[in-house]
Nanobody, 124 residues
Framework: QVQLVESGGGLVQTGGSLRLSCAAS????????MGWFRQAPGKEREFVAA????????VYADSVKGRFTISRDNAKNTVYLQMNSLKPEDTAVYYC?????????????????WGQGTQVTVSS
């Protein structure tokens, strides 16, 4: 089993920055591909970014490309999402997800474990 706990959400003004963290339990964390998703009120949960276990590959949604950066520290069992130039449309609950495979995927059903989410609110 893997447990994921997100932190770092909050309220920020347009143009501001936040860094989300996701702490994972489990000895094989370093072998999992990790992803971030988000869900705004009344909308489907959508892909934001993902990273391979080796950090050799990353993928971003077009809506965040150039503004968000995903990274991971396998020694700390933690994955991060640095969010810059935030916009009101980035407001959502952000979820960390893990899949028990090394390959990046962008569909939520391809992830095996989920955190409880952390709220990000960007004011205009």
């Amino acid at each position: 089993q893997v447990q994921l706990v997100e932190s770092g959400g909050g309220l920020v003004q347009t143009g501001g920055s936040l860094r989300l963290s996701c702490a994972a339990s489990g000895r094989t964390f370093s072998r999992y591909a990790m992803g971030w998703f988000r869900q705004a009120p009344g909308k489907e949960r959508e892909f934001v970014a993902a990273i391979t276990w080796s950090r050799s590959s990353t993928v971003y949604a077009d809506s965040v490309k150039g503004r968000f950066t995903i990274s991971r520290d396998n020694a700390k069992n933690t994955v991060y999402l640095q969010m810059n130039s935030l916009k009101p449309e980035d407001t959502a609950v952000y979820y960390c997800a893990a899949r028990t495979d090394q390959a990046i995927r962008v569909l939520k059903y391809e992830y095996d474990y989920w955190g409880q989410g952390t709220q990000v609110t960007v004011s205009s």
